[in-house]
Nanobody
Framework: VQLVESGGGLVQPGGSLRLSCAAS????????IGWFRQAPGKEREGVSCISSSDGSTFYADSVKGRFTISRDNPKNTVYLQMNNLKPEDTAVYYC??????????????????WGQGTQVTVSS
């Protein structure tokens, strides 16, 4: 099982980034995929997730209306489109996968497989 994030970088406040999570080694269609982030000195927090069954999505209140999660099953990839970025969005962003998690507010302990993370820095 492998999850590889990409698309992070440095962006000014109000800017946009699109993160990608490329998966391999498991039947992607069966898995709920979550995005998490961890800022220095803070706990890892759930940002968004997308279910395997019906593609339903969930977002943390802090990113609702600014972030959009989507999945492309033929490409085994999940995306996180991040718009109107704020300095408080600065963190390492991780994607994670789990087959049995009930889609909802993503909680780190519910996910079995993790990527290595990609840094997002929002600064002027």
């Amino acid at each position: 099982v492998q999850l590889v994030e990409s698309g992070g970088g440095l962006v000014q406040p109000g800017g946009s980034l699109r993160l990608s999570c490329a998966a391999s080694g498991f039947t992607f269609d069966y898995y709920t995929i979550g995005w998490f982030r961890q800022a220095p000195g803070k706990e890892r927090e759930g940002v968004s997730c997308i279910s395997s069954s019906d593609g339903s999505t969930f977002y943390a209140d802090s990113v609702k209306g600014r972030f959009t999660i989507s999945r492309d099953n033929p490409k085994n990839t999940v995306y996180l489109q991040m718009n109107n970025l704020k300095p408080e969005d600065t963190a390492v962003y991780y994607c994670a996968a789990d087959r049995w998690v009930v889609p909802g507010t993503p909680l780190p302990y519910e996910y079995d497989y993790w990527g290595q993370g990609t840094q997002v820095t929002v600064s002027s």
